[in-house]
Nanobody, 125 residues
Framework: QVQLVESGGGSVQAGGSLRLSCSAS????????MAWFRRAPGKEREGVAT???????RFLGSVEGRFTLSRDNAKNTLYLQMNALKPEDTAVYYC???????????????????WGQGTQVTVSS
């Protein structure tokens, strides 16, 4: 059964840090691309970061330099380290997994076919 389970969300003050984890079933973990998306209140879901099975990562411009992404293939786990958090980072964060398209991983939600239930991140000013 394909399963993605996020953890690590919570509340933090601006400037603080959180680390999100996504534990994947073996089937989902075999996906070429794993990513984090987020949906803020009243906004559309947006791609935050994605990483290929070979470790190539790309980020949403507004989080680049503050967020890092890593993937432990042995543990079937994806991590998102979020530093220097801002109130505008407040959202529900979702883990996703899916195949490559044109040999790359993308920050478009339609490229992903497995999704977790989400974890809330709240950043207060």
């Amino acid at each position: 059964q394909v399963q993605l389970v996020e953890s690590g969300g919570g509340s933090v003050q601006a400037g603080g840090s959180l680390r999100l984890s996504c534990s994947a079933s073996a089937y989902a973990a075999g996906s070429a691309c794993m990513a984090w998306f987020r949906r803020a209140p009243g906004k559309e879901r947006e791609g935050v970061a994605t990483i290929s099975s070979t470790g190539y990562a790309r980020f949403l411009g507004s989080v680049e330099g503050r967020f890092t992404l890593s993937r432990d293939n042995a543990k079937n786990t994806l991590y998102l380290q979020m530093n220097a958090l801002k109130p505008e980072d407040t959202a529900v964060y979702y883990c996703a997994a899916g195949p490559r398209y044109f040999n790359s991983c993308w920050l478009s939600s339609e490229r992903y076919n497995y999704w977790g239930q989400g974890t809330q991140v709240t950043v207060s000013s």
